[in-house]
């Protein structure tokens, strides 16, 4: 069906969007002050594939995780789907891109066609292996560079960091992965045999890392230990190359979970539909500020009408300057990207809401209401899910909040009770946002705070898999590098 044509929407209140914001801004500037002492949490998903509903859930995100081809941009590629099902019994699925033209749109949309389509040719592992590859090439790309550099790092802070006994082990480790991966990192992206040549010698280095010996779950338990104790330590460098190890491998991962839903839901591969929804228009910069909002006692003191509250916040304010907090805001608003969107995984749900059959279970495969997407869900998407309350299900929330957000449009046939329920959303949102300062600034809770928005650790399976059949596995899925299969 290709594109879906968006209505002219209601705009918001120039008052109400700059309101929105200044919680926001001061949220991200105490966060980014205060990293230090900032939180981490790890994001592991487990899924039992023995549960329908559990396994539909884990494909609808990894169809959605190889269409996230491009690393930084803001997030520019980071996708959702939802799978719909039509009258007639048609499979219709639905994606949305946080920012992306309409040829990009579109070249999606086309890498999703052929995908689904091998997939339901049950085509060999091989064979959708080096279709998600290719498609993913630049994002690869970055990922190994992240690779070697960590790498070489960790070599060197082997002295420091490891007691003896272990040092040797991981040492070895390092040295053999260091010797089949490509210099400084860089692999071609102009021939696609020449790519996948160089990802199966990546993909062979990393499968020793996935073998689970001694000197990997080291590694492993030491990066853990490092997050948990905060951010920007000099021995980032550990959890650094376990995050790159680990997305780069999420694709071969991600070809077993194609397989599986196939040999479970072989309708999803048979007469289907793919449409998307054109990106949101971001706000421009005017309409979001306003110098008054680059001093936070006076965002605080708008943030509640309690006269105690004032003076009480007031002096913890002062405090926090010693974090340079009002250049932090100034620098937040400033910032040339600061054009605040609508997330895919948002966008989906608004286009959903303000359609026939809304949030009905009828209208979702399975009756199984969920958006996947491409990474965990953001800290604003997740209350608005919550405080939407549709019944709609999402991915675990990373808990890092991006002020570059903003509510899904309301199309103009929606009228006024659109535009009512919007600005209910709109004020339990930055209710929960307002209580999140008051929290870090009266020291109730530190501040939340993921290195990356995507998982280390990605979906893990719960039928028999042997990790030390990995290189040969790799060798098998690669192959000859037949490209015409």
């Known amino acids: 069906m290709g594109v879906i044509p968006l209505e002219e929407t209601i705009p918001m209140r120039p008052k109400d969007i700059k309101k929105f914001y200044e919680p926001m801004v001061l949220v991200k500037a105490l966060t980014m002050g ?28 990894k169809l959605c995780y190889v269409c996230d081809n491009k690393k930084g941009d803001g997030g520019a590629t980071i996708t959702s789907f939802v799978v719909l099902q039509l009258d007639d019994d048609t499979i219709q699925y639905v994606f949305a891109c946080n920012q992306q033209t309409l040829s990009q749109l579109q070249a999606t949309e086309g890498f999703v066609k052929h995908l689904l389509e091998l997939i339901g040719s049950d085509a060999r592992r091989k064979v959708l292996l080096h279709l998600v590859l290719w498609n993913n090439r630049k994002r690869i790309r970055l990922l190994l560079q992240d690779l070697v550099r960590e790498t070489s790092k960790c070599l060197t802070r082997c002295s420091d960091d490891l007691e003896i006994a272990k040092r040797e082990s991981v040492q070895g480790l390092l040295h053999d992965m260091i010797r089949m991966l490509p210099d400084d990192g860089q692999i071609s992206i102009d021939d696609r045999t020449d790519y996948l040549s160089g990802c199966v010698t990546m993909m062979k280095a990393l499968g020793k890392f996935e073998q689970q010996s001694p000197a990997s779950e080291t590694i492993t338990h030491m990066s853990r230990d490092i997050r948990a104790r905060g951010h920007n330590s000099s021995d980032d460098c550990w959890p650094e190359m376990l995050h790159a190890v680990k997305r780069i491998l999420a694709y071969q991962s991600s070809i077993e979970f194609f397989k599986e839903a196939h040999a479970a839901f072989p309708e999803l591969f048979e007469g289907f539909e793919i449409s998307f929804l054109p990106s949101s228009t971001p706000l421009p910069k005017g309409e979001i500020c306003r110098v008054k909002s680059y001093q936070a006692e ?18 913890l304010v002062k405090n926090l300057q010693a974090f340079d907090l009002d250049q932090r805001i100034q620098a937040e608003y400033e910032k040339a990207s600061f054009r605040p969107i609508v997330h895919s995984e948002a966008h989906l749900h608004g286009w959903l809401g303000n359609t026939p059959g809304g949030f009905s279970e009828s209208r979702f495969f399975g009756g199984w209401r969920y958006i996947g997407s491409s990474k965990p869900t ?16 999402h991915r675990i929330c990373h808990s890092n909040l991006y002020p570059c957000w903003r509510l899904p449009d309301v199309p103009v046939s929606a009228g006024t009770a659109g535009e009512q329920d919007r600005q209910v959303i709109y004020q339990r949102i930055i209710d929960r946002v307002r209580k999140d300062a008051f929290d870090i600034i009266g020291k109730k809770a530190a501040p939340k705070y993921r290195m990356h928005d995507s998982n280390t650790f990605s979906a893990r399976m719960t039928f028999v898999y042997d990790p030390s059949t990995t290189v040969s596995d790799v060798s098998s899925l690669l192959g000859d590098l037949d490209i015409n299969e």
């Not at 981490?40 to 509903?53: G, Q, R």
Request: glycine share 6%; proline share 2%; hydrophobic share 30%.
């Open 378 to 393: 953001c800290k604003l998407c997740h209350y608005y899910f919550q405080e939407h309350g549709s019944g709609v299900g």
């Open 298 to 315: 006076g965002i605080v003191n708008r943030m509640t009408r309690k006269v105690e509250y004032h003076e009480k916040f007031k002096q």
């Open 34 to 61: 205060m990293l230090a002492t900032a939180t981490h949490s790890d994001l592991e998903e487990d899924w039992d594939l023995n549960d329908p509903k559990q396994l539909f859930e884990a494909f609808v995100n």
